[in-house]
């Protein structure tokens, strides 16, 4: 049984139950999704489509589940935020969300940390695949949001600064795959998008 400290650290991760993915807030989404529905979306696909790759689904599984956890001390960063405003750099990201994954680590279990420094450092097959399945759940959403039209779409909104509608979720993702699967489910996903889109 795990002590107080535990409890603490299990309260803190709920943080992500409220915490909102700011790439879609960026973009101006009408009520978009939280941390953890994108976490759930990425342990779901990685159980579905894990038996497609040959590696070690149970692992990639729990990768998933925890692979955003630094994410309830630290909040969503995305990478063109940093890019935009310069209030944090790329490598203080990083060392905050060690930080926070030692913490919670230490209150946890000593996997948390092992596997999420595993998924950071994409070496295995199974960081690679959650990875991808990363990335698919973002692409999914972004069409799920294309089609509910949950964004202005028009060239006056200023949150689509050098991409049209939700492309830019599109474009970004598709040359970072590295699973075959990944890559054929990103096909399928983009060709719907585009034809939501006509």
């Not at 107080?4 to 991760?13: A, F, P, R, Y």
């Not at 925890?66 to 063109?80: F, Q, T, W």
């Not at 200023?158 to 970004?172: A, G, Q, R, S």
Request: aromatic letters at 8%; glycine letters at 4%.
């Amino acid at each position: 049984m795990k002590d107080k400290t535990s409890i603490n650290l299990l309260l803190k991760s709920l943080n992500l139950k409220d915490e909102k993915r700011t790439g879609w807030e960026l973009r101006g989404i009408e009520d978009p999704e939280k941390v953890a529905a994108h976490s759930w979306g990425v342990s779901l696909l990685t159980l579905i489509y894990g038996s497609e790759e040959d590696l070690k689904k149970d692992k990639a599984v729990k990768m998933s589940i925890i692979h955003d956890l630094a994410e309830a001390e630290v909040g969503d960063i995305p990478k063109r935020a940093i890019d935009v405003q310069k209030e944090i750099s790329a490598s203080e990201k990083e060392e905050l969300e060690e930080k926070a994954m030692e913490k919670f680590s230490k209150g946890l279990g000593e996997e948390l940390n092992d596997l999420w420094n595993e998924y950071e450092n994409r070496e295995t097959l199974e960081a690679k695949f959650v990875k991808d399945m990363d990335l698919i759940d973002m692409c999914l959403t972004a069409l799920k949001y294309e089609k509910e039209k949950r964004y202005d779409p028009s060239e006056d909104n200023p949150n689509f600064v050098t991409y049209k509608n939700l492309d830019e979720f599109f474009i970004t993702s598709q040359n970072r795959l590295n699973t075959e699967t990944g890559k054929k489910l990103f096909t399928e996903i983009k060709t719907r998008y585009e034809e939501t889109r006509q």
